[in-house]
């Protein structure tokens, strides 16, 4: 029985562990495609058009209780000064004791003009984060110390710039400048660090109906090291995409895409690890599938579907 309840508490402590030394906020190897995650003042800029998205990720399949983030998002233009942007994501990790992080965002993002063909664009971003442990179905919830299901919620505030023209792009932001502490039973779990992140991309066309988009993401967390992901995408005929994609010390990513319609386009990464963890799993699965609502018939006047 000792062995046992050692094996029990063990288990609790691994998963804890996982949160607290794993990423702290989900990572996305198609992040060009909801950049807002990581910038609150992201915008499309495209009036009239409701680009929405569905995001699923299984990082490290083979792995028990590894990752999984599922996010909703939307952006929806006011007027040409204002667009503001909806999110929500789930962050599942462990398996025997399920931790769960939801997210629900709401970003405000405010254009101004530079020059004729340059905007940058002043965003912030408000929400909460909801905690949750779930022993519910593992041999824990018999110990009186673990027979409740534990959540705790915590507000979110974030902010950021962006820089764009017609193919290119730049930003620096910051989504959570409220670091917090995550205890369960009076026992810290987890120590949610700020992350900066600085954006950039560039799109230009390589020869007849194929456009290269190069860009990149650089993550620093406070006390930890930087890391960054450097992807280049190829779009052909404006309707097929391939890419390449580098994360730092961590990862090779193959990307794909299709234009399925001017609307509807659905994408697909694998990352290969390269990391400690490479011989013990089989890799990382993303699935996206974006649309956008024309609500004014606007997607005759555009000559190209948005490429960030």
């Known amino acids: 029985m000792k ?23 989900p990572q996305y190897s198609q992040y060009m495609y909801n950049m807002s995650t990581v910038n609150p003042a992201y915008v499309t800029n495209q009036s009239g058009l409701i680009s929405t998205g569905l995001l699923y990720r299984r990082q490290w399949t083979g792995v028990e209780g590894a990752p999984q983030t599922a996010n909703v998002f939307g952006n929806i233009p006011i007027n040409q000064n204002i667009e503001l942007s909806v999110n929500y994501v789930n962050d599942r990790i462990g398996d025997a004791i399920p931790v769960n992080n939801n997210y629900v965002n709401v970003d405000f993002a405010y254009i101004t ?46 902010a950021g710039v962006y820089m764009f023209t017609g193919n290119f792009y730049a930003g620096i932001s910051s989504p959570n400048l409220l670091p917090n502490d995550i205890d369960v039973n009076d026992i810290g779990v987890s120590e949610t660090k700020t992350h900066i992140y600085g954006i950039a991309g560039y799109v230009f066309d390589f020869v007849d109906e194929v456009r290269l988009k190069p860009s990149t993401v650089i993550k620093q967390v406070i006390d ?9 995408n190829a779009l052909f005929y404006d309707k097929f995409e391939l890419g390449v994609s580098y994360r730092y010390t961590d990862a090779f990513i193959a990307l794909t895409g299709f234009n399925i319609t001017r609307n509807l386009k659905i994408g697909y990464a694998y990352d290969f690890s390269v990391s400690d963890l490479s011989g013990y799993n089989n890799g990382s699965h993303e699935i996206v599938l974006l649309y956008n609502f024309d609500l004014l018939n606007f997607s005759k006047t555009y000559s190209s579907p948005r490429f960030f």
């Open 3 to 25: 062995y046992i309840k050692f094996k029990i508490i063990g288990a609790f402590v691994l998963v804890f562990c996982s949160v607290v030394q794993a990423q702290q906020e």
């Open 113 to 158: 003009r530079i020059s004729d063909q340059t905007r940058l664009s002043y965003g912030l971003k408000a929400g909460i984060n909801n905690f949750k442990i779930d022993p519910s179905d593992s041999d824990v919830f018999t110990d009186p110390a673990f027979a409740d299901n534990t959540s705790t919620t915590q507000l979110n505030i974030g």
């Open 224 to 232: 930890s090291p930087l890391t960054f992901d450097l992807s280049l």
